[in-house]
């Protein structure tokens, strides 16, 4: 359904995907002086991820607060498909670039519903 605001059609939000959608949050941490080309990365392995089979939504975020700090915001049908995700040669790409710019621990947090 959606909404519209300005003119502009918005999709549905997190709490209108199924019930038993796993919906995902993870922080990474990237060097600020990196940022640049992680944010290409990240852009990448996000429309990449988005077109995967049991991917709902795909997100990425920069904080406006922590420069290099990273978020994804993920909603996947199954753990199977984000499991299977987590494997994929987009993944692998990503975090080729990403590797040596991370600048502390990444923090997976599956959600659920309050």
């Known amino acids: 359904m959606g909404v519209v ?6 999709g549905p939000s997190m709490t209108d995907l199924p019930a038993d959608a796993l919906r ?9 002086a990196r940022a640049t080309e992680a944010a290409a990365a990240l852009a990448t392995l996000a429309a ?5 089979e049991g991917c709902y939504a795909y997100d ?11 978020v994804t915001v993920e909603a996947w049908r199954s753990q199977a498909d984000m499991d299977a995700h987590m494997g994929t040669p987009h993944i692998g790409k990503a975090f080729e670039v990403l590797g040596p710019a991370i600048a502390g621990d990444i923090a997976i947090h599956p959600l659920k519903a309050v």
């Open 60 to 70: 990425v975020f920069e904080s406006a607060t922590v420069p290099g700090t990273f």
């Open 48 to 52: 990449a991820s988005r077109e995967e």
């Open 5 to 10: 605001a300005s003119g502009r059609r918005y």
């Open 24 to 32: 995902v949050v993870a922080t990474i941490p990237i060097d600020p």
